[in-house]
C-alpha cells in the first residue's frame, strides 16, 4: 500500500473536482472531531477516543517524549533500563504486582502489557484490556498515573535487570544488527544519533549506579513531556473525567530542562559506509537521498500533505522501475526496492535498494544510479503518471473501506505521532476532499520537479551490506563515489513503460456447474453445498468484518505423494507457486490490474495438502473467484521468471555455506527426524535436479482433481449473490474422479532422549538453546485446550525462575504443536539465548520446572490466569475470519471441534487435568536437548 495512505482515516464519500479544489495550500489541517485532545495542568497531554473495535476492550498509552537522545555519555543505554523497571515495582504497585493484577484479569505480559524505547520516544501499553468494571479503568490509569512519576527503581530489582537486559543485547546481537551499527556513523553523519542504539553500552549496563538512573529519569519523565492515550469501547466524558481525577495531582516539574532537538548534518559530498559481518548472508547495496521534513508546526498544513504525496507518489514510480530493471534480461541486481521513509523526526529519506548478483557491487550500484539520473533528464512518462495517478485514486477508495475494519489499536499510532512530531490527525471528511484535489490536480510537469529536487546531488548516502570472507572483496569509497557521479554523464534515453494492453483476466465466461446439495450445520453455523464437480462449499457468513471474505481451498496428498527423486521439484513447485501468474499475466501484473482492489490469493503444496486460500472485498468477490479459477485451469509457467528463481535458490544456498547458524539448522533438522529423507534440507547438488517441466507437472497434478477440494468461506457474504460465483469459477473446475490420500511416509519424531551440544565459531558469546518434547497424543479439542493452558502456565514460570530470578534470559518461548497426519502427536519446544556460561544451569531449570508440573500440577491462581487469557481471547478472536478459517478447517479436515463449549471446557480445567496432561506428554520420555555454543 502507498505509504501516504497507511495513515489516513477515510469515510465513504464521493467527492466531485469542484468540492476538493476549495482547500488552500497554507490551510491547516483540522483535527479528527472523533479525538477528543486535552491538557491537565501539570503539562499532561490526553487523547481519548470511542472505538467497538472489538468490544468491551480497551487500549491504554502512556508515551513519554524522550528517548536514548536525552541520554549523557554516561547514561547510553539507560533510558531502555527505565523502561524495564517501569514493570518490577511502582508506588502503588510494589514489585511484580502490576503485572499479577493484569494476568488475573487476563491481560499478559509481553502480548497485551509491553513497552518500546527508540532514540526519541519512549511508550508503556496495557491493551486489550476488558471493560467489564469501573475498578478496573482505575487500577489501569493508576498504573499510568504510576510510570508517569512514580516507578520505584528499587536497588534489588535493578540488580536482577542487568542480567535480562544483557540477555536482549546477547538476543539481539545478530549479523544485521552488527550491519547496520557498522553504519550509524554514515547514516546519521556523526551525530548524536550515531552513538545511540538505545540497547546502549554494555558496561554501562552492568555497572552504572542507582542515582545515574534516578537522574535521568527525574529530569525526562514529567507531565510537560508526556501523553496518555486511551482508546475503546468506553464513553468518552466518563473517560475523560477518570483522566482528569487521577493524573491532575501528577507533580508539574519546577525546573524543567528545556529538550534539545537534534539534528543530522547534511553533507556536500555523498557519504559511503562500507558494512560487513562473518554471519552475512546475501551482499545488498542502498542508495539514499536524505529529505528535510517541514517544522512541527508546518506540517500541520495542506501544503506539507502535498509534498509528502508527491514523494511518496514519486516513489512508487521509481520502485516499479527498479522492480521490472531486476525482473527483465540479465541485471546485476537480483531484486530492488524503492522505499520512502523516516530517518529522524525532521528528516525522511529515499531509500533505493538492490541485492547483487555475483558480488558485482559497482555494476549493481551503477544500475541504481542510472535509473536515478534517467528519472532526473527525462522524467515520468504521461503513461507512467497517469497509470499511477489512477491507482492512487482507487487506493483513497480502498482506504475508505478498510476504515470499517480499523482496530483501536490502529487508532494509536495517529494520536502518538501527532504529540511526538507534530504530524496532523485529520479530520475523516477533510482528508478524503484533500487527497482526492491533490491527486485529481496533481500534473506531471509538477511531480517531475519534485523528483528533480528530492534526487539532488547533496545529502547523498551509498552504503554496502554483506558477508565478510577472505574471497570476496569491496570496492573503496572513492569507487563507489566515482560510480554514481559517472552515471550522470551517460547518454540516457528515455524509460520505456509497458502497458497491459488487454487487463482482463477472463475472455469466455466458463461452462457453469451447479450445485447438488445443500446442507445446514447447526454446530458450526455454516451452509455446506456440494458441487457438481465434487467440491464441497463451506460458507460461515457473520457481518462481523464488515465487507471482507476469507477463503481457504484445500485437498489432501501434497509432496507426501511424491516418490523422494522428486521432492526438489516439489519444493519448487511450491516455491514458484506463490510467485506465479496466471495466463500471460506475471504476478506483478496481476497487482497491477488488482491495484484499488481488496484481493489475494495463493496457492501452496504443503507436506500433506495443496491449498488456495486468500481474500478479498466483498465487491472484488468475483475477480477472487476468476483467480482461483485460473490458478488451477491457467497458471502462467514462465520459463525465465523460473529460471530466476533457480538463480535465486542457488545463491542463497551459496551464501549460507560455512555459516554456523545454518550448518547447525541443518543437523539438529537431521537428527530431530532420524535424518529421514523427506527432512533433510536443500543442497546445491539437489537444486542443480530441478526442472522446469517436472515442477509445472508437479503443480499441475496436485491441482487437477477440484473434486477433491474443499473450500471455505468466511466473513461478509450474502449468498445469493455468492451462489451464482461458486457455479460459474468452482463448479466448472476439472475434476479427475479420483480422490487421493495423503502418503504416510512414516516421518516421525526420533525417540527417547538425545542430547547435542555442538560448537561452532560464532560471532557472539551466546548459547542458543532448544528443548523439545514429543509425545503421541490424540488429536482433540480438548488436548489442545490443555495444551494451550499447559504452555502458558511454563512460559509464566520460565519467565519468573529463567528472566527475573536468574537474569538467564531476555524471554523464553514455549510452543506446542499438535499434528493430525501422518500420525497424532504433540510437539512442545522451549527455545531461547542465555550466556554459555549459564546454559547448564538454565537446562536444569528447563527441566525442573517442567517436572514440578508433572508431579504437582500448577496452583490454583497459574491456571486462573491462563482461563482468563484464553476466554478473553475467545471472545475476541470469534469475530476474526482467522479464528473461523482455522476452526472450520480443523472441523471438516479432522473432525476436531473447537467451537462447542470452549468457554466451559477452558474453566472448567483443573489443576489435576493440567498435571495429568503434563504426565502423559511427558511420561513418554521423548526429549531432544539441542545448544549451540561458541568453540571454546
Not at 60 to 78: K, P, R, S, T
Not at 407 to 432: Q, R, Y
Not at 747 to 754: D, H, P, S
Not at 759 to 781: F, G, M, N, Q, R
Request: hydrophobic share 35%; aromatic share 8%.
Amino acid at each position: 500500500m502507498i505509504k501516504y495512505i497507511i495513515y489516513t482515516i477515510l469515510f465513504t464519500l464521493t467527492i466531485s473536482p469542484l468540492v476538493a479544489q476549495d482547500i488552500g495550500a497554507d490551510q491547516t489541517i483540522p483535527m479528527d472531531p472523533d479525538i477528543r485532545i486535552g491538557k491537565l495542568d501539570n503539562g499532561l497531554t490526553y487523547y481519548i477516543r470511542h472505538s467497538e473495535n472489538p468490544k468491551n476492550r480497551g487500549e491504554f498509552y502512556i508515551v513519554h517524549n524522550v528517548g536514548a537522545m536525552q541520554e549523557e555519555d554516561n547514561q547510553n543505554g539507560l533510558a531502555h533500563f527505565l523502561e524495564h523497571m517501569a514493570f518490577n515495582g511502582t508506588k502503588h504497585f510494589p514489585k511484580k504486582t502490576m503485572l499479577e493484577y493484569l494476568a488475573s484479569i487476563g491481560v499478559r505480559f509481553g502480548t497485551n502489557v509491553n513497552a518500546f524505547t527508540s532514540r526519541n520516544v519512549t511508550a508503556y501499553n496495557i491493551s486489550e484490556v476488558p471493560l467489564v468494571r469501573g475498578t478496573i479503568i482505575d487500577t489501569v490509569l493508576l498504573m499510568l498515573h504510576d510510570w508517569s512519576s512514580y516507578i520505584t527503581c528499587d536497588s534489588a530489582e535493578i540488580e536482577a535487570e542487568r542480567g535480562v537486559i544483557r540477555e536482549e543485547w546477547r538476543t539481539r546481537d545478530i549479523p544485521r544488527t552488527r550491519l547496520s551499527e557498522q553504519l550509524n556513523p554514515v547514516m546519521y553523519n556523526h551525530s548524536k544519533y550515531a552513538k545511540r542504539n538505545v540497547i546502549g553500552d554494555i558496561n554501562i549496563i552492568m555497572n552504572f549506579k542507582r542515582q545515574t538512573l534516578l537522574d535521568f529519569y527525574h529530569k525526562w519523565y514529567r507531565p510537560d513531556l508526556q501523553a496518555v492515550i486511551v482508546i475503546g469501547d468506553f464513553d468518552v466524558n466518563m473517560m475523560e473525567s477518570k483522566i482528569k481525577t487521577i493524573l491532575s495531582p501528577l507533580p508539574k516539574a519546577l525546573h524543567p530542562v528545556q529538550k534539545e532537538v537534534y539534528s543530522v548534518p547534511d553533507n556536500q559530498e555523498p557519504l559511503v559506509g562500507i558494512s560487513t559481518d562473518p554471519d552475512a548472508g546475501a551482499m545488498v547495496v542502498r542508495l539514499m537521498y536524505k529529505l528535510d521534513l517541514p517544522s512541527p508546526s508546518e506540517r500541520q498544513t495542506v501544503k506539507a500533505y502535498k509534498t509528502d504525496l508527491k514523494r511518496s507518489f514519486i516513489s512508487e514510480l521509481f520502485k516499479k522501475r527498479i522492480i521490472n530493471k531486476a525482473a527483465q534480461g540479465n541485471p546485476y541486481i537480483r531484486q530492488g526496492s524503492v522505499n520512502y521513509t523516516d530517518l529522524t523526526p525532521d528528516k525522511k529519506m529515499v531509500f533505493i535498494m538492490g541485492a547483487v548478483k555475483n558480488n558485482k557491487v559497482n555494476e549493481a550500484l551503477n544500475e541504481l544510479a542510472i535509473e536515478v539520473e534517467r528519472i532526473k533528464k527525462h522524467g515520468f512518462t504521461p503513461d507512467e503518471f497517469n497509470e499511477q495517478q489512477a491507482n492512487m485514486l482507487k487506493s483513497v477508495k480502498l482506504q475508505m473501506d478498510q476504515r470499517k475494519n480499523l482496530k483501536s489499536v490502529d487508532m494509536v499510532k495517529a494520536c502518538l505521532t501527532h504529540f511526538t512530531t507534530g504530524a496532523p490527525i485529520p479530520s475523516n471528511d477533510f482528508l478524503e476532499k484533500m487527497s482526492v484535489s491533490m491527486l485529481q490536480n496533481l500534473t506531471l510537469e509538477e511531480l517531475n520537479r519534485t523528483a528533480l529536487e528530492m534526487f539532488s546531488d547533496d545529502n547523498i548516502l551509498i552504503t554496502v551490506l554483506g558477508p565478510r570472507r577472505e574471497n570476496i572483496s569491496y570496492p573503496n569509497e572513492q569507487e563507489l563515489i566515482a560510480t554514481v557521479r559517472n552515471a550522470k554523464d551517460q547518454d540516457l534515453t528515455p524509460y520505456i513503460h509497458r502497458t497491459l494492453k488487454d487487463t482482463r483476466l477472463i475472455t469466455k465466461t466458463p461452462q457453469a456447474g451447479n450445485i447438488l446439495k445443500e446442507k445446514k450445520n447447526d454446530t458450526m453455523g455454516t451452509i455446506e453445498w456440494t458441487l457438481s464437480n465434487g467440491a464441497k462449499v463451506i460458507i460461515k457468513s457473520y457481518p462481523t468484518k464488515k465487507d471482507i471474505v476469507d477463503i481457504k481451498g484445500f485437498s489432501q496428498g501434497g509432496t507426501s505423494t511424491l516418490p523422494e527423486e522428486e521432492l526438489s521439484n516439489g519444493f519448487m513447485a511450491n516455491n514458484f507457486c506463490q510467485l506465479m501468474g496466471v495466463k500471460n499475466f506475471s504476478r506483478s501484473d496481476l497487482k497491477q490490474i488488482n491495484v484499488g482492489k481488496v484481493i489475494s490469493i495463493t496457492p501452496e503444496i504443503g507436506e500433506y495438502h495443496e491449498t488456495l486460500s486468500g481474500y478479498a472485498a466483498k465487491r472484488d468477490l468475483e475477480t477472487l473467484m476468476q483467480m482461483i479459477y485460473l490458478y488451477v485451469t491457467e497458471p502462467n509457467f514462465d520459463q525465465q521468471e523460473f529460471n530466476r528463481q533457480i538463480e535465486k535458490i542457488k545463491s542463497t544456498l551459496n551464501n549460507r555455506k560455512g555459516l554456523p547458524k545454518a550448518e547447525y539448522s541443518q543437523e539438529i533438522r537431521g537428527v530431530k527426524y532420524n535424518q529421514h529423507p523427506r527432512k533433510t534440507s536443500m543442497t546445491l547438488e539437489k537444486a542443480n535436479t530441478i526442472t522446469f517441466e517436472k515442477t509445472k507437472q508437479i503443480y499441475q497434478e496436485r491441482f487437477a482433481n477440484a473434486g477433491d477440494f474443499t473450500f471455505i468461506l468466511t466473513g461478509d457474504i450474502e449468498l445469493e449473490k455468492l451462489k451464482p460465483l461458486v457455479e460459474t469459477y468452482i463448479a466448472s473446475l476439472p475434476t479427475t474422479g479420483i480422490k487421493q490420500e495423503y502418503k504416510d511416509n512414516h516421518v516421525r519424531y526420533a525417540k527417547g532422549k538425545i542430547i547435542r551440544h555442538i560448537e561452532k565459531e560464532l560471532t557472539t558469546d551466546k548459547a542458543s538453546i532448544s528443548v523439545l518434547y514429543t509425545a503421541k497424543l490424540p488429536y482433540s479439542a480438548d488436548n489442545k485446550i490443555l495444551s494451550a493452558a499447559f504452555c502458558y502456565i511454563l512460559r509464566d514460570r520460565y519467565m519468573k525462575s529463567i528472566r527475573e530470578e536468574k537474569g538467564g534470559a531476555y524471554s523464553v518461548s514455549v510452543n506446542a504443536t499438535e499434528e493430525a497426519v501422518p500420525t497424532n502427536q504433540i510437539a512442545i519446544e522451549v527455545n531461547f539465548d542465555t550466556a554459555p556460561f549459564m546454559a547448564d544451569e538454565m537446562l536444569e531449570i528447563v527441566q525442573k520446572e517442567i517436572d514440578d508440573l508433572v508431579k504437582n500440577g500448577p496452583s490454583s491462581s497459574e491456571l486462573e490466569n491462563a482461563q482468563r487469557y484464553f476466554n478473553k481471547l475467545y471472545k475476541t478472536n470469534i469475530s476474526t475470519n482467522a479464528y473461523w478459517q482455522e476452526t472450520l478447517s480443523d472441523y471438516y479436515l479432522h473432525g476436531i471441534d473447537n467451537f462447542t463449549n470452549y468457554e466451559n471446557k477452558m474453566s472448567n480445567l483443573t489443576p489435576s487435568d493440567i498435571r495429568k496432561f503434563a504426565k502423559t506428554v511427558f511420561g513418554q520420555k521423548n526429549k531432544m536437548e539441542f545448544v549451540l555454543l561458541p568453540k571454546k
